[in-house]
């Protein structure tokens, strides 16, 4: 038998208070296909629900194995043990507070210079080419950065040691030599940077004028589109948006035909994704597969002190790309709307444009309209991950996988 609406998030993963993110499609939502690579403008048409359940298997879906209890174990010692060999104080630790010129002897800003930097001692804080080469092939190799601007920080270190982890390589986080010559040999001929020709399609849209703050004002919208073609190239090619026009500092974003420089990523992960830990204090989601080997990391904003997210273990129940965002004023009220409305889907929405069900009610991983924030701000309980990385899981991820919340 059919459930009529399937899948409900809570909108204390945003606020305080609860809402719903939903798809109505007559069918319970399982294992549905994430369009490969990302198509950024792709908008369900999809309607909203009135009411939301959760599917009544997911309470069962919940129970977890004696196999499945001893790979998590395994899989959270790998993960301690891995926070306890990263070098917190690492140059790479920490973001430059100002702006530092790059000699020209350690890489350009051209397409050239980045796909030809190398590595070299002492890089430092800051924000050099040598990290915007090193970005691309930690995303290629599964260890996201989240947005790709070519600077240091917390992001850097913890896909460093990511990659360090899946690769055999003391996971410290530093940018070793010997840590960069790997990369290279994962990420072969492929260059870094391409050129990419801006078309006829990247302009159409749809694109908004502005989201406005107001939901009632969101609720009239046809969708929460993109509002320029800089933001939505961005998310196609997993970049910071500031970074992108850096790069590109006399492109006509909005002329057919100009070309600009941009990642050469990649929009898939292995097939064999067998658990899931959402670490709180790394701000880390590590993928690991029947092997019990981590297969992937992302950064994640997963709840604060004032609205933690779940501890324990659950398992995936669900995904829906483009949700619908339901809004119900007798669980907090938002601005003035005093009545309940339904936000239509868009990668500018509450949660982004996709949404990864757990079988903790209310809770699930989602995207966000914000990713450079990604891991460094609160979230209200939920995973929040970049729309690329969020699109990214949910294409692979099945029904079922264990999702363990780790301190």
Same mark, same amino acid.
């Given at each position: 038998?059919?459930?009529?609406?399937?899948?409900?998030?809570?909108?204390? @993963?945003?606020?305080?208070?609860?809402?719903?993110?939903? /798809?109505? !499609?007559?069918?319970?939502?399982?294992?549905?296909?994430?369009?490969?690579?990302?198509? *950024?403008?792709?908008?369900? /048409?999809?309607?909203?629900?009135?009411?939301?359940? %959760?599917?009544?298997?997911?309470?069962?879906?919940?129970?977890?194995?004696?196999?499945?209890?001893?790979?998590?174990?395994?899989?959270?010692?790998?993960?301690?043990?891995?926070?306890?060999?990263?070098?917190?104080?690492?140059?790479?630790?920490?973001?430059?507070?100002?702006?530092?010129?790059?000699?020209?002897?350690?890489?350009?800003?051209?397409?050239?210079?980045?796909?030809? %930097?190398?590595?070299?001692?002492?890089?430092?804080?800051?924000?050099?080419?040598?990290?915007?080469?090193?970005?691309?092939? +930690?995303?290629?190799?599964?260890?996201?950065?989240?947005?790709?601007?070519?600077?240091?920080?917390?992001?850097?270190?913890?896909?460093?040691?990511?990659?360090?982890?899946?690769?055999? +390589?003391?996971? /410290?986080?530093?940018?070793?030599?010997?840590?960069?010559?790997?990369?290279?040999?994962?990420?072969?001929?492929?260059?870094?940077?391409?050129?990419? /020709?801006?078309?006829?399609?990247?302009?159409?849209?749809?694109?908004?004028?502005?989201?406005?703050?107001?939901?009632?004002?969101?609720?009239?919208?046809?969708?929460?589109?993109?509002?320029?073609?800089?933001?939505?190239?961005?998310?196609?090619?997993?970049?910071?948006?500031?970074? +992108?026009?850096?790069?590109?500092?006399?492109?006509?974003?909005?002329?057919?035909?100009?070309?600009?420089?941009?990642?050469?990523?990649?929009?898939?992960?292995?097939?064999?994704?067998?658990?899931? %830990?959402?670490?709180?204090?790394?701000?880390? +989601?590590?993928?690991?597969?029947?092997?019990?080997?981590?297969?992937?990391?992302?950064?994640?904003?997963?709840?604060?002190?004032?609205?933690?997210?779940?501890?324990?273990?659950?398992?995936?129940?669900?995904?829906?790309?483009? *949700?619908?965002?339901?809004?119900?004023?007798?669980?907090?009220?938002?601005?003035?709307?005093?009545?309940?409305?339904?936000? *239509?889907?868009?990668?500018?929405? *509450?949660?982004?444009? $996709?949404?990864?069900?757990?079988?903790?009610?209310?809770?699930? $991983?989602?995207?966000?309209?914000?990713?450079?924030? $990604?891991?460094?701000?609160? !979230?209200?309980? @939920? $995973?929040?991950?970049?729309?690329?990385?969020?699109?990214?899981?949910?294409?692979?991820?099945?029904?079922?996988?264990?999702?363990?919340?780790?301190?």
């Amino acid at each position: 038998m059919f459930v009529r609406t399937l899948l409900a998030m809570s909108l204390s @993963c945003i606020f305080a208070g609860t809402a719903f993110a939903t /798809t109505h !499609s007559g069918q319970t939502i399982t294992d549905i296909a994430v369009e490969d690579p990302i198509n *950024p403008l792709a908008v369900s /048409t999809q309607k909203a629900a009135s009411e939301v359940q %959760v599917p009544a298997k997911a309470a069962s879906e919940a129970q977890i194995t004696e196999q499945e209890q001893q790979d998590l174990n395994q899989a959270s010692a790998t993960l301690n043990n891995l926070q306890t060999k990263e070098d917190k104080t690492a140059d790479i630790g920490s973001a430059p507070t100002v702006q530092v010129e790059t000699p020209a002897s350690k890489g350009t800003w051209t397409l050239d210079g980045l796909n030809k %930097v190398t590595w070299y001692e002492n890089i430092g804080k800051g924000q050099f080419p040598v990290y915007a080469r090193a970005h691309v092939m +930690l995303n290629n190799a599964h260890a996201s950065p989240g947005a790709i601007d070519g600077t240091s920080g917390k992001n850097t270190l913890k896909a460093i040691s990511s990659f360090q982890q899946m690769n055999g +390589l003391e996971p /410290t986080g530093v940018l070793t030599k010997e840590t960069w010559d790997a990369l290279v040999a994962k990420q072969g001929n492929k260059p870094a940077f391409i050129e990419y /020709t801006i078309t006829a399609a990247d302009l159409k849209g749809p694109y908004a004028k502005s989201i406005p703050h107001d939901y009632a004002e969101q609720a009239k919208m046809p969708g929460l589109y993109y509002t320029r073609v800089s933001e939505m190239l961005g998310e196609k090619f997993h970049m910071d948006e500031d970074f +992108l026009k850096k790069l590109n500092p006399n492109a006509n974003f909005n002329k057919v035909g100009q070309k600009i420089i941009v990642t050469n990523i990649r929009n898939e992960l292995p097939e064999d994704i067998h658990l899931i %830990v959402a670490h709180k204090g790394a701000k880390q +989601l590590y993928l690991f597969n029947s092997k019990n080997q981590m297969i992937g990391s992302f950064p994640a904003t997963i709840g604060s002190s004032a609205t933690p997210s779940p501890t324990g273990t659950y398992k995936i129940t669900g995904v829906a790309p483009n *949700p619908w965002y339901s809004y119900s004023p007798s669980n907090f009220v938002q601005g003035k709307n005093l009545k309940p409305l339904s936000l *239509p889907p868009g990668p500018n929405g *509450p949660v982004g444009n $996709i949404w990864i069900g757990l079988s903790k009610k209310s809770f699930g $991983i989602h995207g966000t309209p914000n990713p450079s924030s $990604i891991s460094k701000t609160a !979230s209200h309980g @939920c $995973i929040r991950l970049t729309n690329w990385d969020a699109n990214d899981l949910g294409k692979k991820v099945k029904s079922g996988v264990t999702v363990k919340f780790l301190e």
